[in-house]
């Protein structure tokens, strides 16, 4: 695990130099590379705050490879890279660098940090007080546990490290930990940032209210884990925290169809719940999202053919249900995507559609609507997102009415019809919903969340889900799902591929077992590979 050590024992050192944000000038000093900072530098509530930033700064970071591994597996992104096509093709080896965690492992460390070091700076900063040291531990926590579960669901089983690197004489010959103890480990730390009820509901400024860990975002981050670990009651209490929320100053889920870009431009929505923020305007910050999903063909990333015909066949129901194709369509046209075209007119025959919700403005038009600056911000958490979790629990619970009536409530603000035309108010709306199998309401949710959340690096990580539950009953459908999707690669190939249930998740980087004795491969890429 030789690499882990560098890019822990370096992250701490690199704080001030990345964020400019030290309150000491003493911190720039050089030091020798195995003498760490830690006794010189946590003296001050700026301090603790400015590893805290770093978490974000690193998050940040992150997202394009937080993107590829959310999409390109999901049959709806798809990328004609090499070393993308690794990984949409089932065919990593240890050496892609996509199976790099690196980033991921430096905000973990800077959370780890935070909570090591923070309690102590209260003997040397009178002005640290107890609230303000527990709300930089919320949002540490948070950044630790959201980094565990997305290395969970991408290798299953990863090193837990809960503690920061301070110096030479710590061993980093660290066996991996199983997905039972991540899970748990995950739980531990939301549960203990809430208990401290120090987590905020707002900060001082909207952006920090969308762009920073508030209580919403830890409710949010419990009832993902839950979902995932099938915990259904538990998934659906915290999904209840947000949606039955009665707080002034709450995330909502918002159910005009006209609004629905205002979530991406200008962003930080009433819907969203936690979002990375890039302000080129006002601190120069970009991202290369624009690299990654460009109006051209030479996109990175490129939206796959079946994807296509669906956000066609959605766009035609829009038309058939009243709206026009001169301007936005509720999440579809000019919203999500734009046609090859450049205008509204071409999407009946367009043989390309490019993603617009990261690169359009509020002017209903691509003439002019394009983002002078990369800067969109990058959603982890939103309303709508919670309310398909708690669908998906519903339904495992049997409760399909009250999946129903989530499932509608997207589906309506999307533009569209109420699924199978069920009336959820009728009087024999539950007969109606009895008729339904558990697998058929399944798909529906994970077809209203892919086209919802399309680009945001949701739709591998649900056709997982889909998989793995229930001791793999739906394995055979998880398997055509993704054959359906993948347009880059022998379908026999990924069909026998996927047999082995080890080949969903990805290798461990390749320099770390060869230095970490104690870090076992997984077993599909040890014995094939």
Sequence with gaps: ????????????????AILSLTACSDWLNVKPADEQVTADYWKSKEDVEAVVTSGYYYMRYAVPQI??????????????????????????????????YSDLYK??????????????????????????????????????????????????????????????????????????????????DVNTAISTQAAKTTYETSWQTKGRVTKWALYALMADVCLWNEDYDEC???????????????????????????????????????????????????????????QSTSSRLKFTNRAIEKMRSETKELLANGYSDDARMGRMLLSTYVPETGQTSGWETANNFYMWKYAGTDVQDISGGTRTHQDANFIIYRVAEIMMMKSQAEVMKGNYLEAVKLINKLRNRAGLSDFNGIDTNADDAQQ??????????????????????????????????????SHGKYKKQFVSKVLEGNQTTNSSWIQSVLQDENAWYMPLPESDIQHNKLLIQNPYYSSTK
């Design 67 to 100: 993107i590829k591994w959310g999409e390109l597996r999901g049959g709806t992104i798809y990328s004609s890279n090499v070393d993308d096509a690794k990984l949409q093709d089932f065919n990593m080896t240890a050496s892609n660098p996509l199976c790099d």
């Design 236 to 294: 659906i209490t915290y999904c209840d925290k947000i949606l039955k929320a009665t707080d002034s100053f709450r995330p909502v889920f918002m159910t005009n169809t006209a609004d629905w870009y205002s979530i991406f431009y200008p962003g930080n929505s009433n819907e969203s719940i936690f979002e990375l923020n890039w302000d080129y305007n006002t601190n120069q910050e970009t991202n290369n999202f624009s690299s990654l999903f460009s």
């Design 1 to 16: 695990m030789n690499r882990i050590i560098q890019y822990i024992k370096g992250s701490l050192i690199s704080v001030m």
């Design 107 to 188: 905000v973990i460390n800077m959370a780890n940090s935070v909570i090591l070091y923070a309690p102590g700076v209260r003997k040397t900063d009178d002005t640290y007080y107890e609230t303000v040291m527990n709300s930089h531990l919320c949002e540490a926590y948070f950044q630790r546990a959201y980094s565990y579960l997305l290395l969970l669901k991408n290798y299953k089983e990863v090193p837990l490290i809960t503690e920061p690197y301070v110096n030479d004489k710590q061993s980093f010959q660290i066996p991996k930990s199983s997905d039972t103890a991540i899970v748990a480990q995950i739980k531990q």
């Design 432 to 469: 109606q919903v009895n008729q339904l199998d558990e697998f058929t309401l399944l798909e529906e949710i994970l077809d209203q969340k892919e086209m919802e959340f399309v680009g945001e690096g949701k739709r591998w990580y649900d056709l997982l889900w889909m998989g793995k539950i």
